[in-house]
Every structure is written in structure tokens, then in C-alpha cells.
Antibody, heavy 118, light 106 residues
Framework: EVQLVQSGAEVKKPGESLKISCKGS????????IGWVRQMPGKGLEWLGIIYPGDSDTRYSPSFQGRVTISADKSISTAYLQWSSLKASDTAMYYC???????????WGQGTMVTVSS | EIVMTQSPATLSVSPGERATLSCRASQYIGFNFAWYQQKPGQPPRLLIF???TRATGVPVRFSGSGSGTEFSLTITGLQSEDFATYYC?????????FGQGTRVEI
């Protein structure tokens, strides 16, 4: 069974850096795009960006370009989402998801809750 | 950026009834469209892709239709486990975008 397993919840202070991870199984990281989705407390889904681990081709939403960095290490089947300087407004659940062959997100990670508070 | 607009924001229905959710894209997206279901405390789950194809394991009471800019999700014979929030998404253009969600409640 193909799975995406995300790193655990994080509590950080404003201005701190953070890198969360999403580890896949099978051929996921050589054949598929891996995307990141934000869900702020009580709100809807927001598409942050996506990476093709095979060649590191990356696309960002204009709303998040420059605020986050998406990367991947295909040798260990892991994608990353990182911030260099967190803000309180980054507090949210972050999901990684596999973009299937038809373009939709067919497999999702369990989510990583990021809390930024002084 | 393509804007996805869902309606209504909240839909109140009774078990056994039929629910119809709508989603409109701000520009033509063909059939590059998906529906997701999300329950509290869980990640989203893919229900429908390519506008009308049910994902693996999705019950037949869920059906999707539409193309171009207008799409709908119909749930016939609502069951208790169907009360959730539903999101639409376009994957025709970068960036991919989601609708704001429709909450289906009793």
C-alpha cells in the first residue's frame, strides 16, 4: 500500500526556521509529483506548491512564492516544506499529497500541525 | 490564477435525501477537475477525478458531472458518514486551486 508519512507536530516561535517532511513508499518519488496543501484552523484547503522529485521541477502558488521552499531527496523518498522565518500566520495544518497520473491528489499524508506562537 | 467558487457554503439535508453541490471555475478547465471529502480531524480524501470518475473505493451514491466551467457533485441517499466538508479543485493550470468548501450538515 502506497503511503505518505509526515513528520510530527511542531511548536515554534516567530522568526524561527522550520523544515517538515513527507516520506513516501514504492515508486511514488520517481514517478509522481508531490504537493503541499495548507489548512489554517477552521478554514479551507490552500494549494502551496508542488515538486517532481525526479528532476526537482517545482511550482509555487504566487500566494506562497518566497514564503516557503519546497524540496525533495528522491534517494530517501522524502519531500520537504521549509520556512526561514516563521510568522504567527503560518500556524496551520500542512498536508503533503501525491498528484496522480490524472492530475488530482490521490494519496494524502496524515498532516503536520505547525503552531507559531511567542 | 483560476478561481473556484463553490455553492452553497453550507447545505442542510436529512439522511436518505439527495444533495447537490456546485463548483464554478473562473475559466475553462475541460475535465481537469476533482472533488474531495474531508471529515474533522482527517486529511482530505479523493472522491471524483476527471470530473466524473469515482476514485477507488468510493460508493456509487457519489456522482460527478460537468465540464468546462460548471461542475456538480451529487450524493444520493445521504448516509451518516457523508456529513462532511467537500472541496473542488482544478488541475488544468498552475497553480492548482481549490474551492472554499461546502459543508454538508444534518
Amino acid at each position: 500500500e502506497v503511503q505518505l508519512v509526515q513528520s510530527g507536530a511542531e511548536v515554534k516561535k516567530p522568526g524561527e526556521s522550520l523544515k517538515i517532511s513527507c516520506k513516501g513508499s514504492g515508486d511514488t518519488f520517481t514517478t509522481y509529483w508531490i504537493g503541499w496543501v495548507r489548512q489554517m484552523p477552521g478554514k479551507g484547503l490552500e494549494w502551496l506548491g508542488i515538486i517532481y522529485p525526479g528532476d526537482s521541477d517545482t511550482r509555487y502558488s504566487p500566494s506562497f512564492q518566497g514564503r516557503v521552499t519546497i524540496s525533495a531527496d528522491k534517494s530517501i523518498s522524502t519531500a520537504y516544506l521549509q520556512w526561514s522565518s516563521l510568522k504567527a500566520s503560518d500556524t496551520a495544518m500542512y498536508y503533503c499529497a501525491r498528484q496522480g497520473m490524472r492530475g488530482s491528489f490521490d494519496i494524502w499524508g496524515q498532516g503536520t500541525m505547525v503552531t507559531v506562537s511567542s | 490564477e483560476i478561481v473556484m467558487t463553490q455553492s452553497p457554503a453550507t447545505l442542510s439535508v436529512s439522511p436518505g435525501e439527495r444533495a447537490t453541490l456546485s463548483c464554478r471555475a473562473s475559466q475553462y478547465i475541460g475535465f481537469n477537475f476533482a472533488w474531495y471529502q474531508q471529515k474533522p480531524g482527517q486529511p482530505p480524501r479523493l472522491l471524483i477525478f476527471a470530473a466524473s470518475t469515482r476514485a477507488t473505493g468510493v460508493p456509487v451514491r457519489f456522482s460527478g458531472s460537468g465540464s468546462g466551467t460548471e461542475f456538480s457533485l451529487t450524493i444520493t441517499g445521504l448516509q451518516s458518514e457523508d456529513f462532511a466538508t467537500y472541496y473542488c479543485q482544478q488541475y488544468d493550470n498552475w497553480p492548482r486551486t481549490f474551492g472554499q468548501g461546502t459543508r454538508v450538515e444534518i
